[in-house]
């Protein structure tokens, strides 16, 4: 979007599993420019095995299937992409994040993700958490 998140309506619990950690969210984002977005999250007990996500665009929906790659589905037809099934990602993932941090300390190189976009996921989730006790919309802490 672009644009900074400065508002969350959330539900949350733990509802397949038991077990401490939530397992299914339903988030309601609102945008600094006026935008909503939607961020629905569902650990089923039962399930097909794999992971998917789909990224619902004005223009485009990407389908990120873990056992698959990355679909475009516009209209009515997906199109795979070339190159995006990545064989253990999940661990080829960890090595990455672990290797951009020895970097930036070993070399002084950049790190992929800065701490202010760091901040701004922390702010959503502790929102979302917020959100979900009072039953109200949750403005972010350090919104624009």
């Excluded at 990602?89 to 930036?104: F, G, N, P, T």
Aim: glycine share 10%; with cysteine.
């Amino acid at each position: 979007m672009d644009d900074d998140v400065v508002s969350v309506s959330a539900m949350l619990g733990a509802m397949s599993h038991d077990q401490e950690a939530d397992d299914t969210a339903l988030l309601g984002l609102r945008f600094a420019g006026g935008g909503l977005g939607q961020v629905q999250s569902v650990g089923y007990r039962n399930g097909a095995a794999g992971y998917v996500m789909d990224l619902v665009c004005e223009q485009a929906t990407l389908r990120i299937d873990m056992d698959r790659g990355t679909m475009l589905g516009r209209d009515t037809a997906w199109t795979d992409l070339p190159g995006s099934f990545e064989p253990n990602w999940m661990h080829a993932a960890l090595v990455r994040e672990w290797s951009a941090m020895r970097d930036a300390i070993a070399d002084d190189k950049p790190v992929p993700v800065d701490g202010a976009y760091g901040r701004k996921i922390i702010a959503i989730i502790e929102a979302a958490f917020a959100s979900n006790e009072t039953r109200r919309e949750h403005e972010i802490a350090d919104a624009p």
